[in-house]
């Protein structure tokens, strides 16, 4: 009898799991024909449970806490199957770990921009991004609608079914809220607290809480930006006319950092001539103002200068016919890198819808081809 009691205390089974991967969700204790013995230690660990399938048919949940696994604590397990008390297996079940811990920073984003209706600039189209962090409420209902028979459920595997509910929640938020896009910024926290509650119904459905959802940007075009910028830039102005001297005082002063270019010289030139008159004009005789200085003709247009990186350096500005000219000999590519005052960051010439033309331009054939 005393090595009967030795051996069964042998095989006696401590199932545990600690976990090191930081993204597994579920984990399943792996035993060799599924066998656990009467009166094995279940241990399941704060932001742990433990979940128990029989036969194919979801048996038990235990809570954090240590558990003898014995008739007197597994009252569910005693009605699926008699228990025996002898050295052998006494049922077969699998026994699946569910982290319910927070799972945090995970991104979301729109992959595609939302279009809506501003009060101010009419359809826009809009684009976002931000964090979520989710949680397991329910493990049998996560187990049920999600895992299935999965040995190891990591994070990944739902992540993008979620972002794709966010997503649409988003997009259907924004649309129909009536927030103006220049004050969006200072409603972000309410927006993600409103998607946060709009999706919490459908992720309850799978047995997931989400307890934050953050919006960390909401952006327009770039073309759109830029005439925000120019529109800010004109208000900071104030007076046209000194807006006008002062974008012609930047033109000869990025014309005169570039003297090789002919083009750059031939734009200051005419810039600075236009400026010297339009001042003398306004100035008059000693000093007088003319009553008829309204009628003076405007500067002429500024052309967009643009900057080419080239092997870690800058070059330029370039005037849009300097670079078809390098175009043609092969000194800039669909690839080259441009950037032009106001642009957000550098750009692919083939990004550029003013340069992508320059790539496209195909000469007629030579006479008597």
Do not use: C
Not at 31 to 45: D, P
Not at 184 to 198: F, R, S
Not at 253 to 278: C, D, K, Y
């Amino acid at each position: 009898m005393a090595i009967f009691d030795f051996l069964s205390g042998e095989f006696i089974d401590v199932i545990a799991w600690t976990d090191d991967t930081r993204d597994t969700i579920v984990w399943r204790f792996e035993r060799q024909g599924h066998e656990i013995k009467y009166g094995a230690k279940l241990t399941v660990r704060e932001g742990q449970s433990a979940v128990f399938v029989h036969e194919g048919q979801l048996a038990d949940v235990f809570t954090p806490g240590l558990y003898m696994l014995e008739t007197n604590n597994m009252p569910i397990m005693t009605k699926l199957q008699h228990w025996d008390h002898g050295f052998r297996s006494p049922f077969k079940s699998e026994i699946y770990y569910v982290n319910t811990t927070r799972f945090n920073d995970l991104k979301w984003g729109t992959k595609n921009p939302v279009i809506l209706r501003d009060p101010e600039f009419g359809p826009v189209r809009v684009r976002a991004f931000g964090t979520y962090s989710i949680r397991v409420h329910d493990p049998a209902k996560f187990m049920v609608e999600i895992v299935g028979t999965d040995g190891e459920f990591t994070m990944d595997e739902i992540s993008f079914q979620i972002r794709n509910i966010i997503t649409q929640e988003f997009s259907r938020v924004i649309a129909q809220s009536g927030i103006p896009v220049l004050d969006m910024a200072a409603n972000t926290a309410d927006l993600g607290k409103l998607i946060a509650t709009e999706i919490s119904g459908t992720l309850e459905s799978y047995g997931l809480v989400m307890p934050e959802l953050y919006i960390e940007n909401i952006s327009l075009p770039p073309a759109v930006e830029a005439a925000l910028d120019k529109r800010t830039s004109m208000g900071l102005a104030g007076d046209l006319g000194k807006y006008t001297q002062y974008s012609a005082a930047e033109a000869m002063t990025t014309a005169a950092a570039n003297p090789g270019g002919a083009m750059g010289a031939g734009i200051g030139a005419g810039l600075g001539m236009g400026m010297a008159a339009q001042m003398g004009q306004q100035a008059g005789p000693w000093g007088a103002r003319p009553q008829q200085a309204a009628q003076t003709p405007p500067p002429p247009p500024i052309e967009k200068v643009w900057h080419v990186a080239e092997n870690g350096q800058t070059k330029g500005p370039f005037s849009k016919a300097d670079l078809g000219r390098m175009v043609s000999q092969g000194e800039v590519s669909r690839e080259t890198y441009v950037w032009t005052p106001g642009q957000d960051g550098w750009k692919t010439a083939d990004d550029v819808d003013e340069l992508a033309q320059l790539f496209t331009v195909m000469p007629p054939p030579p006479p008597g081809a």
